[in-house]
């Protein structure tokens, strides 16, 4: 029921920044719990920030912690990923998720049910 669409990704250099966004629809979006989630070639998809239904509260991965920053803007239905300081292993198809929720930001692939199509990040060495 819930439509998502990411843009932003792209090819950058090693230590770059990039912008992700995801524009949602269909849903109360001030109801859902979002999240951004990546996949590298041959691996498995894994969480890397997610972030209550009013922003008051957000989870990182280990791996990013310090370098993205995951938030969103309830009035535009979007969420966007900053990411800094970027690192070749952060190449991957990231993907924007979606799952009602008002407090609990689960971190588990199957905890949602909502997914946009996937934005291709290329980070250079």
């Known amino acids: 029921q819930v439509q998502l669409v990411e843009s932003g990704g792209g090819l950058v250099q090693a230590g770059g920044s990039l912008r992700l966004s995801c524009a949602a629809s269909?849903?109360?979006?001030?109801?859902?719990?979002m999240a951004w989630f990546r996949q590298p070639p041959g691996k498995e998809r894994e969480i890397v920030a997610g972030?209550?239904?009013?922003?008051?509260?957000?989870y990182y991965a280990d791996s990013v912690k310090g370098r993205f920053t995951i938030s969103r803007d309830n009035a535009k239905n979007t969420v966007y990923l900053q990411m800094n300081s970027l690192k070749p292993e952060d190449t991957a198809v990231y993907y924007c998720?979606?799952?009602?929720?008002?407090?609990?930001?689960?971190?588990?692939?199957?905890?949602?049910?909502?997914w946009g199509q996937g934005t291709q990040v290329t980070v250079s060495s």
């Open positions: 998720a979606a799952r009602a929720s008002l407090s609990y930001i689960y971190t588990g692939v199957g905890d949602y049910s909502s």
């Open positions: 269909g849903g109360t979006f001030a109801r859902l719990v």
């Open positions: 972030i209550s239904s009013r922003g008051g509260r957000s």
